[in-house]
Antibody, heavy 126, light 106 residues
Framework: EVQLVESGGGLVQPGGSLRLSCAAS????????MSWVRQAPGKGLEWVAN????????YYVDSVKGRFTISRDNAKNSLYLQMNSLRAEDTAVYYC???????????????????WGQGTLVTVSS | AIRMTQSPSSFSASTGDRVTITCRAS??????LAWYQQKPGKAPKLLIY???TLQSGVPSRFSGSGSGTDFTLTISCLQSEDFATYYC????????FGPGTKVDIK
């Protein structure tokens, strides 16, 4: 059974940093692109970033470029999101998701997500 | 960036109804479109990808159609467990989601 479990969320002041983790199990983690998707309270879904199987390609939504870094450790079956210079508008539930693409791979980060974690809440407030 | 719109934003329906949700892309995306269902407090669930391919385990009352810029999600006979919010997502380029369509009980 595919399982994705996020952790690391919490309350942080504006300008602060936080590192999210996602522990994957039930599939060969190193064979899949992975994404982070967020959802502000009462709002819709927003793709944040994704990363290729070997970490050689990473893509970000414009609003987080230069502040967030996605990474992975295939030996630990784990995905990460380092978030720096946090703003109030980054407040959201952050989901980790397994990606799929056309023909089974994501060209240039163009993926949809077939499995999602339960999410972890990040609140940016003073 | 490719912008996705959905209509309607919300509506009420009854169990047994046939419902259709529309999604439009700001530019052509071929068939690189997915549909998700989300219930309150839960993670999204993939229903359809490649515009019309049903994800494994998803009931056959769900179907998708369209290509280019205009897409639809149809639920042929609405069940109680289908009351939720539905999102479309393009993956022709960096992924982006529509604003969602909430289906609630009439």
């Amino acid at each position: 059974e595919v399982q994705l479990v996020e952790s690391g969320g919490g309350l942080v002041q504006p300008g602060g940093s936080l590192r999210l983790s996602c522990a994957a199990s039930g599939f060969t983690f190193s064979s899949y692109w992975m994404s982070w998707v967020r959802q502000a309270p009462g709002k819709g879904l927003e793709w944040v970033a994704n990363i290729k199987q070997d970490g050689s390609e990473k893509y970000y939504v414009d609003s987080v470029k230069g502040r967030f870094t996605i990474s992975r450790d295939n030996a630990k079956n784990s995905l990460y999101l380092q978030m720096n210079s946090l703003r109030a508008e980054d407040t959201a539930v952050y989901y980790c998701a397994r990606d799929q693409g056309s023909g089974g791979d994501c060209s240039g980060g163009s993926c949809y997500s077939d499995y999602w974690g339960q999410g972890t809440l990040v609140t940016v407030s003073s | 960036a490719i912008r996705m719109t959905q209509s309607p934003s919300s509506f009420s329906a009854s169990t047994g109804d046939r419902v259709t949700i529309t999604c439009r892309a700001s530019q052509g995306i071929s068939s690189y479109l997915a549909w998700y269902q989300q219930k309150p407090g839960k993670a999204p669930k993939l229903l359809i990808y490649a515009a019309s391919t049903l994800q494994s385990g998803v009931p056959s009352r769900f179907s998708g159609s369209g290509s280019g810029t205009d897409f639809t999600l149809t639920i042929s006979c609405l069940q109680s467990e289908d009351f939720a919010t539905y999102y479309c997502q393009q993956y022709y380029s960096y992924p982006s989601f529509g604003p969602g369509t909430k289906v609630d009980i009439k």
